[in-house]
Every structure is written in C-alpha cells, then in structure tokens.
C-alpha cells in the first residue's frame, strides 16, 4: 500500500443522478446532497450520496448528468428519523469539478477497530470480514464507518481484536437489501468501504 498522511480521503468520478436538495444546517451553513452513480470494473453501479457546501453547489452550476470529479472524505450520519438506514454514509465533498474522466472510486482511510470483527461465508462459500472502523475528526469527532475485505485479507481481519489501529484502502460501494418489518418489506441500501488493502498499524 502506497504511504499515505490523510486518515480520510475520498475521489470520485461518475454521472450526477440527481438534482441536488436541502440536507441540513450546521454553524450557519447550508448543506445539500445529490446522488453520484459510478460503475464499477464488473459494469454494475454504486449511486453514492455527495453533501456539499451551499458555496461549492453554487459555484458549480450543476447540469443534469453532469460528469463530476468528487475529492473529499467520507462522513456518517446517526439518522434518528426513523426511516431508511439508521447509519447514513456519504461523501463530504471539498472539491468538485468537471471531468472527462473514467468512472473511479477510491476511498483511503485510518482508524481505530472499535467492533469485534465478524468473519462470515457467502452463500457461494466466499469469506468475508465485517468491521467498523472509528475515524477521527477534526474538534474531537469520529466518523463511525462500516468496512468489509474478502477472502485471505478477511481471515487476517477476523483475528484483530477492538482498539487495533488500522489503514486501508479501496472503494465505497452501495448494497441493496430488504428489511422484513411488521408492515411489511422494506427496500433498503446500505453504504460500506470495501478494503483492496489492508494493513494493521503500531
């Protein structure tokens, strides 16, 4: 893995497939989101949440289907609405542009274990390791991020044990699923890093 300072980068290239809208405010900014779709190496697409400054949104002039580059780095969000994922995973945006550029996806982070890892097998017998990564912010905040590698890099995560430091790097993905509740099906998508690399620190 190439030596790298930011505990938390994030670059995106795809297609904007959406119009931005209001998200929220914070410390007396204004914050929008629009949904990014980039292809993977397979041909299947992740649709990734972007959140942006009012400043940044205006400065771009964003067109539909707009083909954007995305530097930043990933947030999570505790949604207490009740309703959809309960963690909500997007890509804060620093930077945005224009581009020409192939779909890419690259995501590079450094954290704390703060789960017990979760080794498993998919129904085609795959293995797969589930963690959480904590990464720290700036002003005493973290970042509460859901992480999964495969295979040999999947057994060599399942024997790291809470407080273990880690570095990774590889792509977030976006996963459809369907919660069963009392009123019935519920389609949802969920948002994790899935680790190319992974390398536990000192």
Not at 28 to 52: K, Q
Not at 110 to 125: E, F, V, Y
């Amino acid at each position: 893995m190439d030596a790298f300072t930011e505990t938390n980068f994030a670059r995106l290239c795809g297609t904007l497939s959406g119009r931005p809208v209001y998200s929220h405010s914070s410390r007396g900014r204004d914050f929008y989101t629009f949904p990014l779709t980039v292809l993977r190496l397979s041909g299947n697409a992740d649709r990734l949440n972007v959140v942006l400054g009012r400043e940044l949104l205006e400065a771009a002039e964003l067109e539909d289907a707009a083909r954007l580059c995305v530097t930043g780095q990933l947030r999570s969000f505790n949604n207490r609405k009740g309703e959809g994922a309960k963690l909500v995973i997007s890509v804060y945006a620093r930077e945005l542009c224009f581009c020409k550029e192939e779909d890419s996806n690259l995501v590079r982070l450094a954290g704390t274990l703060c789960r017990p890892p979760t080794l498993r097998s998919t129904p085609l017998g795959r293995e797969i390791c589930d963690m959480m990564l904590a990464v720290n912010r700036h002003y005493g905040r973290s970042d509460y991020l859901p992480c999964i590698c495969w295979g040999a890099a999947a057994r060599q995560a399942a024997l790291l044990t809470v407080g273990t430091r880690l570095r990774l790097e590889g792509r977030i993905q976006s996963r459809d699923y369907v919660k069963l509740t009392e009123e019935g099906p519920l389609h949802r998508t969920a948002f994790e890093v899935s680790a190319a690399e992974l390398e536990p620190l000192p």
